[in-house]
């Protein structure tokens, strides 16, 4: 048993000491990274004590998007060229993510996220909405619909965060969540890792493009957000709040990609069987960022479930 777990530990030794190798890389200044990307329309409005990025375009009902891990509310661009042209819709960068940078208070779970939210719609004074939320966005988005009915018109899920998962975590996510590596793995960022994570949740690999690749690892890279990243994966994946699913009201749509390698579409219909009256739709040919590889196939069935609500 001590052999083993003496192997065990070397051969993690001898893959940090690899990516170290490979991919130590210090973080970007806040500012550097904000002036590169806070172009209009960009604004900040400080929250609780944080800071947060967002973009409010066009007029009309109103659309909140949350963005998924380790990404920004860059990748909604595609959705709202064509939402904003009859809705109003607000998306931030997530704490931790982004523009938004690290969170003092460490909310980083799904009722952490959604707390943040909250605050923020009310500080602009955004009264009823749809809320959309992709992968750990859809996390908070399902938590702060629970915990504020009266606020959310529409709830869509798309391959959305929170629920138990059956597959053991990755290298990468348990290096980042070790007390003992995850404060050195948070310096390792390869540039050859990041394009290979964003090629896994696309169906198409080939639909890739560099500047997608080069806008992630820049924010990636802004100043705290890798150590946000160890700080939330060090965390519990659930809070238990799962179980509450049933408790949604909320006219509910879960848009799900056939080809998501990262959120097995069997969660999706753990989400649908779990929230009462809810729409499951499975998309072929799309992976887990659909709104951003798959712009049209996932807006449009979005569209037709608002307008039939």
């Known amino acids: ?36 990307f806070a172009t209009p329309p960009s604004q900040f409005v400080t929250v609780d004590g944080l ?59 799904g009722a952490g996220l959604a707390e943040v939210v909250g605050r923020f719609v009310d500080q602009l004074g955004l009264a009823r909405f749809t809320l959309v939320g992709n992968s750990m966005g859809g996390n908070a988005a399902w938590h702060y619909t629970l915990l504020h009915p009266e606020k959310v018109d529409h709830l869509v899920l798309l391959d959305s965060a929170g629920l138990p998962r059956d597959e053991p975590l990755s290298l990468s996510a348990k290096l980042q969540s070790s007390s003992v590596f995850g404060p050195i793995a948070r310096w390792v960022t390869p540039h050859f890792m990041v394009a290979k994570t964003v090629r896994e949740v696309y169906a198409d690999p080939a639909r890739v493009q560099p500047s997608t690749v080069d806008t992630i690892e820049s924010l990636l890279l802004r100043d705290g957000n890798r150590e946000a990243t160890r700080i939330r994966r060090s965390s519990p994946l659930t809070d238990g709040m799962e179980a509450r699913l049933g408790e949604i009201k909320t006219p509910t749509l879960i848009l799900w990609g056939a080809q998501d390698r990262w959120i097995l579409p069997k969660y999706g219909e753990r989400f649908h069987q779990a929230i009462p009256g809810s729409t499951l739709i499975v998309l072929p040919g799309v992976g887990h960022v659909g709104m951003e590889e798959s712009p049209t196939e996932t807006l449009t069935p979005t569209l037709a479930f608002l307008n039939s609500r």
């Open 51 to 109: 800071r947060l990025h967002y973009r409010d375009r066009g007029q009309g009902p109103l659309v909140v998007l949350l963005h998924g891990s380790n990404s920004s509310l860059f990748t909604w661009e595609s959705w709202t060229a064509t939402l904003a042209k009859d809705h109003r819709v607000v998306a931030l960068d997530l704490p931790g993510h982004g523009l938004t940078g690290p969170d003092a208070k460490h909310r980083y779970s």
């Open 1 to 36: 048993m001590l052999r083993r777990l003496a192997k065990i530990v070397l051969g993690l030794l001898v893959v940090l000491a690899v990516l170290l190798a490979l991919g130590f890389r210090r973080d970007l200044p806040a500012a550097a990274v904000e002036a590169r």
